[in-house]
């Protein structure tokens, strides 16, 4: 069999450019180590595969029943999107093609014939829950940024997975710390970390440790100054903190009008659509975001805030599920990372989505670094735009859409 073709893996539809890619070496470090495993398909859960890159490697490799979590919806899609044109296509196989390539899945006659097997979908998708983990003996996971992150997952994964699994981690090295390895051992009895290759390292976590009743995430914090209360699950960026920016937008929050229909784009742990609920109780709020975990994160801060009937959560990418033109204002701290690399890309696709979303007279609020050219894109896109505020690293805008 011809080794898998990495380089026809493409990231939409997420940002793509020329020095973005769908995978790296870890991917195919993680890869090479489970095929050497022997472990079954079925019996192999992946997590944070970010484009799909390990999960199609691996059903190329005839393993099939692979459990998956990612956390970005826009990683979902492209991994259906890479299934679909590479081959197989996850929950809903095209069987022909993927027998092609994998070779035959079950054997031929029917349900009566005494050698018929069903044929197993290629992969599922899960969210980080028991269903993901439960009796699996291999986990394969791309190392989160965050710590916190890491703690969730391998809690989850010591928790939820075979007595006898191991979890091979991986990253890039320049982005890996001892303290990752620290919060491994937390989790597992052994945490051996791998010689680097091609400027990756796997760590390999061994023997599950058993777990307290009570899992870690989500974390609860309170902010008497603008009177929330935020939850954060462990991939939520600022945790349940918050963070400079959205501090900033809040800080002017007074000023927005009041309106019937208000979305916050790229919600995070909910903070700017709560403070506007709670503020305006005849309002439709709608909050969205492309991550899980902030998404489980947002429903979380809205229930302690007694807001869980009121402001709407949805794991979204860029509010592509949300009618055009139907928003009298959207909230908007645009990110100015993707994974580990700046760039602008996201917030762009964003402030699109703002506009797309705005009715004409509508207005966008935004709090970005004040390095970003993001005013320029705002009148651009949306329409006149004008300073709010301004500190030494943010700036708000006010943008209104043009008719």
Known sequence: MPPFDFSRLRRFPDVEAPNLQGWDATDELLVREALATGIRGDEIAVIGDEYGAITLALTDAGRHGIRVHQDLVTGRRALAHNAAALGPAGENPDEAASDRRVGSRHAAGGPDDPGFAPARPAFTSHEL???????????????????????EIADAVARWAAPDATLIAGGRVKHMTLAQNDVLARCFQTVTPQRAERKSRLVIAATPKRMPEQPPFPVRAEHPEFGLTLCAHGGAFAGAGIDIGTRVLLGVLAQVPTATTVVD?????????????????????????????????????????????????????????????????????????????????AGRRLIDAAARLLRPGGEVWTVFNSHLDHRRALTRAVGPTEQVARTPKFTVTRSIRRG
């Open 265 to 345: 784009l790229g919600c995070g742990t909910g903070a700017l659509a709560a403070a506007y609920a709670l503020r305006h109780p005849e309002a439709q709020v709608t909050a969205t975001d492309r991550s899980a975990a902030a998404v489980r994160s947002a429903r979380a801060t809205m229930q302690a805030n007694g807001l869980a009937d009121r402001v709407r959560v949805m794991l979204d990418d860029a509010g592509s599920e949300l009618p055009s033109g139907a928003a009298d204002v959207v909230l908007l701290n645009p990110p100015f990372h993707l994974g580990a690399s700046v760039h602008e890309g």
């Open 129 to 151: 829950e028991p269903a993901l983990l439960a009796g699996a003996r291999l986990v394969l996971l791309q190392l989160p940024k965050s710590l916190a992150e890491l703690e």
